[in-house]
Nanobody
């Protein structure tokens, strides 16, 4: 069992930045690929970014490519999502998930955190 805890969300103006963190409860979490997803009210949970267990492969949705950067520190069992040039349409609850590989579908992940709210004002 892996427990994930997201943090770093908040209220920011358009054009601003936030850094999300996803801390895992176990050392073995470093064996998992990690994904960041987001879910706005009334919408499905959508893929934002993913990273393999080593950090050697990263993936981004087209909507965040060039603005967001995913990284991980396996010594700290933590994955980060640096979000720059934020837009109002980035407003959502952001979740991190752990799985055997980076998948675009949320249902493919084995473990989830509770989410952290990101609100971008115009």
């Amino acid at each position: 069992q892996v427990q994930l805890v997201e943090s770093g969300g908040g209220l920011v103006q358009a054009g601003g930045s936030l850094r999300l963190s996803c801390a895992a409860s176990r050392r073995t979490a470093s064996n998992y690929a990690m994904g960041w997803f987001r879910q706005a009210p009334g919408k499905d949970r959508e893929f934002v970014s993913g990273i393999d267990w080593s950090g050697g492969r990263t993936y981004y949705s087209d909507s965040v490519k060039g603005r967001f950067t995913i990284s991980r520190d396996n010594a700290k069992n933590t994955v980060y999502l640096q979000m720059n040039s934020l837009k109002p349409e980035d407003t959502a609850v952001y979740y991190c998930g752990a799985g055997s590989d980076v998948y675009l579908l949320a249902s493919s992940y084995d473990y989830w955190g509770q989410g952290t709210q990101v609100t971008v004002s115009s």
